[in-house]
T-cell receptor
Framework: NAGVTQTPKFQVLKTGQSMTLQCAQD?????MYWYRQDPGMGLRLIYY???????DKGEVPNGYNVSRLNKREFSLRLESAAPSQTSVYFC????????????????FGPGTRLTVT | AQTVTQSQPEMSVQEAETVTLSCTYD???????LFWYKQPPSRQMILVIR??????QNATENRFSVNFQKAAKSFSLKISDSQLGDAAMYFC???????????FGTGTRLKVLA
């Protein structure tokens, strides 16, 4: 049981390049999330997917796109990377069964450190 | 909009002593959940403890306990008998019962002194 996996762990991009961050979970969770973590700013939600087939914007979606490929996988794409997107990116998943929900915790991947020069 | 505030960017504690990390939140909801996550230098986020708003009893997990003051919208984390392995960033998080979104505070870095 690997939990939440992310690839790659590290990446350096030049301004204007594109890349896709991959995330997969093997816990049969309904909800998946992408966050970025910057010093002094905590975790900020970029996009989330409440269930397979749906995606919604979070707090800081500009410059990013996502795809919920299936229940297991949720990818984050940077179409034209900018230095402001230098950050650590975390993928997370949660049971999130239904809007009523419950005290479901989020399970996090190990993170991707992205540097844009 | 809901917000989560952690007003202590950094705290220090002597090994074996007790430390309390503060968290306040702002919401008009009555149904919500609160969480404390630990992020050690490995970067891996780990759930420490959770609290349902409808439960009056404070949650405890071994050396970790919370002081949940619903009227004051306060959710502090107490770590007893601090250990070197407790050194980490600690994040407070909130989720409304009617949504899938979690809102995180900016974190408190805890240093444990030998």
């Amino acid at each position: 049981n690997a939990g939440v996996t992310q690839t790659p762990k590290f990446q350096v991009l030049k301004t204007g390049q594109s890349m896709t961050l991959q995330c997969a979970q093997d816990m049969n969770h309904n909800s998946m999330y992408w966050y970025r973590q910057d010093p002094g700013m905590g975790l900020r939600l970029i996009y989330y997917s409440a269930s397979e087939g749906t995606t919604d914007k979070g707090e800081v979606p500009n410059g990013y796109n996502v795809s919920r490929l299936n229940k297991r996988e949720f990818s984050l794409r940077l179409e034209s990377a900018a230095p402001s997107q230098t950050s650590v990116y975390f993928c997370a998943s949660s049971e999130g069964a239904g809007l009523a929900g419950g005290p479901y915790e989020q399970y996090f991947g190990p993170g991707t450190r992205l540097t844009v020069t | 909009a809901q917000t989560v505030t952690q007003s202590q960017p950094e705290m220090s504690v002597q090994e074996a002593e007790t430390v309390t990390l503060s968290c306040t939140y702002d919401t008009s909801e009555s149904d919500y959940y609160l969480f404390w996550y630990k992020q050690p230098p490995s970067r891996q986020m780990i759930l420490v403890i959770r609290q349902e708003a409808y439960k009056q009893q404070n949650a405890t997990e071994n050396r970790f306990s919370v002081n949940f003051q619903k009227a004051a919208k306060s959710f502090s984390l107490k770590i007893s008998d601090s250990q070197l392995g407790d050194a980490a960033m600690y994040f407070c998080a909130y989720r409304s019962g009617g949504t899938y979104k979690y809102i995180f505070g900016t974190g408190t870095r805890l240093k444990v002194l030998a």
